[in-house]
């Protein structure tokens, strides 16, 4: 993308005072900025590299207009004179987005958006696709990370959030080495639950790091496992402790979770709301299947994914299922309300069979029976195959020794859903 061009008009007003001539100096009563409400006159001053009560020839006026304009945050910018006053006319560009960190090291928030701000004046919790005050927040990152032992390099990327046409924010991102979770130090887990939460940090140890949601994730992790075995109240904190543990292959992050298992809880009723797409007696039946289990409350794990499975069979991919537990204590039952939240319909938009033969491909478009306009049913589209090779012996000889895979993209705004899917050999 190349940079806007850089606009820069001299229209005098009239009044008595006139540009100064070439090696002559003009000194300004006051500089004006208007257009961009968003930044004060002192950041506007600092980032253009203007000094109050300094004399100004015609070519220091454009190299401040300049250093401006290369910060990346404004499209134009014209200035005239209005007698005695310097008024410069600034039109932000819509290539500003805010920050996103994505596996740095650091805690984003108020004291790093403060840092940034008084190295960048401009900086206010957003940056430009491209010029000086991108490279410029980059390389403070750098620092930041450099400070701690980290000397990698940071990459900036428009991000688009999925689903969407157009990037949403900037991702600031450590390419190589890859950043990993460390090592979890866990405190206060009972000796019966040592085993279960052990293991699971195991698991989870080695896996990306995220910055913003990797302490959420692990806690959320960690209160599963205690709910599973009916400690329905347990509060869990992981935070990032300690040094990063720097090596050639990868980026280690030590985590340290506190654990308050709480008392034992057995699963009492959960209630459906009464529009759901699944009636309180199939939920019943559902928790009963697991027995024992479900006294613990082990059957909530099994639970989520069959309403998951419904809900989105019927299009409503931006489904979330919320539950809410309410205490019993004098019974020491658990009962939970599901707070379900469907979204919007997503519908087909077309299907795409790549990589076949014309042939193969009549006999796929004849089996497949979703068709565009139909709720986009994501379960549909992975037992296809299988389903159609069994309904049609001429399909499976046309299939065999070929894999397929499927690629969907959901778009958020239209709620139409493409579908991809390809066909390869098996060597």
């Known amino acids: 993308m190349q940079r806007p ?16 001539l070439a090696g002559q100096k003009l000194l300004f009563r006051s500089i004006q900025f208007k257009g961009a409400p968003e930044y004060s006159e002192q950041e506007l001053l600092e980032a253009a590299g203007f000094k109050k009560g300094a004399p100004m020839s015609t070519a220091e006026l454009g190299d401040h207009s300049k250093q401006l304009m290369n910060t990346g945050v404004f499209e134009n910018i014209y200035y005239r004179l209005e007698g005695p006053d310097l008024v410069i006319t600034l039109t932000p560009g819509q290539n ?7 596996n740095l090291p650091l805690t984003p928030g108020k004291d790093l958006d403060a840092m940034l701000h008084a190295r960048f004046p401009l900086y206010h919790g957003k940056v430009p696709s491209e010029g000086t005050l991108l490279d410029g927040v980059r390389s403070a990152l ?13 990459t900036s990327t428009p991000f688009a959030s999925p689903g969407t046409r157009e990037a949403t924010v900037i991702n600031f991102s450590i390419v190589s080495p890859e950043v990993r979770i460390g090592p979890i130090h866990i405190d206060g887990v009972s000796p019966e639950m040592q085993g279960k939460m052990k293991a699971l940090a195991d698991h989870i140890v080695g896996t990306p790091f995220e910055t913003e949601t990797s302490a959420e994730n692990l806690e959320h992790a960690l209160e599963t496992v205690c709910a599973d075995e009916g400690y329905a109240a347990a509060k869990i904190h992981a935070a990032r402790s300690g040094d990063p543990v720097v090596a050639p292959a990868a980026i280690a992050i030590p985590f340290s979770v506190t654990v308050q298992e709480g008392r034992l809880y057995k699963l009492g009723a959960v209630h459906v709301p009464a529009n759901a797409l699944l009636t309180q007696a199939e939920i019943d039946k559902a928790i009963a299947a697991h027995g024992e289990t479900a006294a613990k409350g082990q059957a909530l794990r099994f639970v989520r994914p069959m309403i998951e499975s419904r809900y989105k069979s019927k299009g409503y991919l931006d489904y979330t299922l919320t539950l809410r537990p309410e205490f019993d204590e004098s019974a020491g039952t658990v009962n939970y309300t599901m707070d379900i939240n469907a979204g919007p319909v997503y519908h087909l938009g077309f299907v795409k069979f790549d990589n076949v033969s014309d042939d193969l491909r009549r006999l796929l478009i004849r089996n497949w029976q979703m068709l565009p306009g139909d709720p986009f049913d994501e379960g549909y589209v992975a037992n296809f195959i299988l389903t159609a090779q069994k309904a049609d012996p001429v399909l499976m000889r046309s299939l065999a020794g070929v894999k397929a895979a499927y690629d969907i993209r959901a ?6 859903v493409n579908c991809v899917l390809r066909f390869e050999k098996i060597h």
């Open 96 to 102: 500003v987005y805010p920050l996103r960190i994505e």
């Open 142 to 154: 750098e620092e930041a990370l450099a400070s701690q032992g980290i000397k990698v390099t940071v």
């Open 5 to 20: 061009a850089l606009f820069l008009s001299a229209a005098i007003a009239l009044c008595s005072v006139s540009l100064p």
């Open 411 to 416: 778009d958020t705004e239209t709620h139409e």
